[in-house]
């Protein structure tokens, strides 16, 4: 037998207090990023190595060997598709009114929303109970979806000017950034983990470290870029209302969805985790690729991000209550 380890008792601390962690992270984030404006530039560097060891982690966590039989669930994977792509985008249609006249804010907006999360959705949602593979299953179908779906999204939300500002290219490196290698390294270290003990105790190191990891991600995309939100906080009032409203919308239409797909409840709350959360970590380099008359979308789309890790936190006690174990 193994002797126990003696960080278990801080690893079962930091889980049981996970979301209190998080909102420390979020707050000495947010104090690093007003103490030192100038390193935010510097900061901005550290989110995508934090980002791949957090999607690392995630997708170590979730069996692959079970994704096989996510990918048969075909109503999940037809209500996911239809809440996000066709219900998802009324409701931003209909709230982006309130914005409107401001179109650099506008686009922003049109471009976090309309943009499904397949990365930290696994994450928040796996802490609620859901079926987190499910989600991971149909990771690739919304990515492409929305790669192939935004430009139109934006041409009828916003006008067919500013489709033809869009480079793809940005949008796609993120992807394989941030998913695909990952999501490699994940499936390869498992297979390894069957063979070699070294693969085994990556798997059980990265396990216990999740909560940390998760909140370096947090404290780093918050220090980079809360300074930028701070000096066009007038501007983004309008946005920041927006995103909060269309969590509550979400949380609403995405527990009706659920019920009418008539699914059980780990996959009813993936569900409502995939409606809620957006992609704004991925696509912020396709804002960042935005002419410079549309310069405050990148703020706009950063602003949702705070907005929406909030939100997450409260989705974690909230979605349970939505939709109750039998």
């Known amino acids: 037998m193994h002797a126990p380890w003696p960080g278990r008792g801080v690893v079962a601390?930091?889980?049981?207090?996970q979301i209190s962690f998080y909102l420390l992270a979020l707050a000495v984030g947010a104090a690093l990023g007003l103490a030192a404006p100038g390193a935010a530039p510097t900061v901005e560097h550290a989110i995508n190595p934090a980002l791949i060891v957090l999607l690392y982690a995630t997708f170590l966590a979730v069996p692959f060997a079970r994704i096989g039989a996510a990918l048969r669930d075909v109503r999940f994977l037809v209500g996911t598709v239809v809440l996000n792509f066709a219900l998802v985008p009324i409701v931003v249609f209909a709230l982006t009114r309130f914005v409107a006249d401001d179109r650099a804010v506008l686009v922003g907006a049109v471009l976090v929303l309309c943009a499904p999360c397949i990365d930290y959705v696994i994450v928040f949602s796996g802490l609620a109970g859901a079926a987190s593979e499910r989600l991971l299953a149909g990771a690739p179908?919304?990515?492409l979806l929305q790669i192939v779906l935004l430009p139109l999204y934006l041409w009828l939300f916003v006008g067919a000017d500013v489709v033809d500002t869009i480079e793809i290219a940005p949008f796609v490196e993120a992807f394989v950034i941030l998913i695909v290698v990952p999501m490699a390294l994940a499936a390869t270290t498992q297979a390894l983990a069957r063979r070699h003990r070294f693969a085994t105790a990556v798997t059980e190191a990265m396990a216990?470290?999740?909560v940390p990891i998760m909140m370096v991600t947090l404290a780093v995309v918050v220090a980079?870029?809360?300074d930028a939100v701070r000096t066009r906080w007038a501007d983004l009032v309008g946005a920041a209302t927006?995103?909060?409203?269309?969590?509550?919308?979400m949380a609403v239409l995405g527990r009706a969805a659920a019920a009418v797909a008539r699914l059980d409840v780990p996959a009813g709350r993936a569900l409502v985790f995939s409606g809620a959360t957006r992609n704004s970590l991925v696509v912020l380099p396709l804002a960042l690729a935005l002419p410079s008359a549309l310069a405050p979308a990148p703020v706009v789309v950063?602003?949702?991000t705070l907005v929406e890790l909030i939100?997450?936190?409260a989705y974690v006690r909230l979605v349970p209550r939505l939709i109750p174990a039998d």
């Open 13 to 17: 601390t930091l889980e049981r207090f």
């Open 302 to 304: 950063v602003t949702q």
């Open 141 to 143: 179908a919304l990515m």
């Open 208 to 210: 216990a470290g999740m």
């Open 242 to 249: 927006v995103f909060v409203a269309f969590l509550v919308v």
């Open 311 to 313: 939100g997450m936190i």
């Open 224 to 226: 980079s870029q809360i």
